[in-house]
């Protein structure tokens, strides 16, 4: 079994920044993908971004530019660095960890005031 584990999340005004990070419990097993995706209250769960075992990387549109994710394979730990936080960027974010299998986090409250 694979837990998958998320932390800094909180409260932060709209400009400033929060960093996420997650790590999966297992390494012996190959992940092919890591990221991130949120839900805001009353909508449906987005991809925020994604990097892949080689490093590429996908970003949701509205968090180009402000967001960056990164990995550390030896770790089996994925970080998002978000700046330029602004209120719309409230949500739960959840990690992913994409195996043979997808593996999700219990998910980090990341709430921007204005």
């Known amino acids: 079994q694979v837990q998958v584990v998320e932390s800094g999340g909180g409260l932060v005004q709209a400009g400033g920044s929060l960093r996420l990070s997650c790590a999966a419990s297992?390494?012996?097993?190959?992940?092919?993908?890591m990221g991130w995706y949120r839900r805001a209250p009353g909508k449906q769960r987005d991809l925020v971004a994604v990097?892949?075992?080689?490093?590429?990387?996908n970003y949701a549109d509205s968090v180009k530019g402000r967001f960056t994710i990164s990995r550390d394979g030896a770790k089996n730990t994925v970080y998002l660095q978000m700046n330029s936080l602004k209120p719309d960027d409230t949500a739960v974010y959840y990690c992913?960890?994409?195996?043979?299998?997808?593996?999700w986090g219990q998910g980090t409250q990341v709430t921007v005031s204005s």
């Open positions: 992913n960890v994409r195996a043979l299998y997808d593996y």
């Open positions: 297992r390494s012996d097993f190959r992940i092919s993908a």
């Open positions: 990097i892949a075992s080689g490093g590429s990387t």
